[in-house]
């Protein structure tokens, strides 16, 4: 692919002298809201950036990365559908892109792809924000997707009381649950599969949780992922109800309202895994000049 292709999206390094440059890939990426956030951090945190959008065909992630980087690109967030092609493409996995098994974060250091996971720790610390107590909780997952894979380990380490990761079918849900095991056991919290018919159950279910957490795509054709049946025995009043969908209030949010729970979107998941992201690139030191929560703001305004 020739750097011409780059120069579609606004991304081709060479049309920025003097500055770094930095891009979000997926496809579609028109939408992305990831450029306004960084452009954010960038003007809080003084740095001489600018972050672009890259939208590859379905089958040219690897190629359209690779005359990024080649261009003199310093950094790619990844989204939708590139995630476990952009794990692929890095040399070096941290530990939590490895646990995820997926990728949203690529930089290049010394030659060598660096590829890392930022989505968990952006969901803890939008939950946590938001006064959500994850320590010694009753959490429930809804998918086995990429979306929950990386939000699984960052979860564990908050040392829930239990875990529950429920799916459709518990096959993919009972992989998760072995692939997770250990970090589980090392905090001591209760790690379980269960189907979605199996939370229709309250002899299988027999306790409401703290935090619900839809990592499906449900919200965005305005469908849930659980019955009404699932709804009068997971949540009380004083349950969260969490989707990662955001921009809307999605039918999952609905349910959980109507039980009288508090919710939220994934809009601070957005922003607080984005500024995991910025962080990496630019360095750690910056965490306290950037004020992500302002970001978030503006963005709900």
């Not at 320590?135 to 979306?147: K, T």
């Amino acid at each position: 692919m020739s750097s011409a292709h780059l120069t579609n999206l606004d991304t081709d390094p060479s049309l920025f002298p003097g500055l770094e440059v930095y891009a979000v890939a997926g496809n579609p990426i028109s939408h992305s809201k990831s450029p306004l956030i960084h452009q954010r951090f960038a003007e809080q945190a003084s740095q001489r950036m600018h972050y672009g959008r890259l939208q590859p065909d379905l089958d040219s992630f690897v190629q359209s990365a690779k005359a990024f980087f080649a261009a003199g690109g310093k950094g790619i967030n990844v989204t939708v559908p590139f995630k476990l092609e952009a794990q692929n493409f890095a040399d070096v996995l941290t530990p939590r892109a490895q646990l995820a098994g997926a990728v949203n974060t690529l930089w290049m250091t010394e030659g060598k792809i660096f590829g890392d996971n930022t989505d968990g720790a952006g969901l803890v610390r939008d939950l946590l924000a938001q006064g959500i107590a994850l320590h010694s909780a009753r959490i429930l997952l809804i998918g086995v997707g990429g979306a929950a894979r990386g939000v699984i380990g960052p979860l564990l380490e908050q040392a829930p009381k239990f875990l529950v990761i429920a799916n459709r079918s518990s096959t993919k849900a009972d992989e998760l649950v072995r692939l997770f095991a250990g970090l589980a056991a090392s905090k001591e919290v209760a790690l379980e599969s269960r189907s979605l018919v199996d939370l229709e159950d309250t002899e299988k279910t027999q306790y409401p949780f703290d935090v619900v957490i839809n990592a499906t795509a449900a919200g965005l054709i305005d469908e849930s992922p659980i019955s009404l049946k699932v709804v009068a025995n997971i949540f009380v009043p004083s349950s969260f109800a969490y989707d990662m969908v955001y921009g809307k209030s999605t039918a999952f949010m609905q349910q959980a309202l109507q039980r009288g729970a508090r919710v939220s979107d994934g809009l601070g998941m957005l922003v607080e895994q984005a500024a995991d992201a910025f962080l990496l690139w630019r360095g750690a030191q910056l965490a306290t000049i950037i004020n992500p929560r302002a970001v978030l703001a503006e963005l709900r305004s």
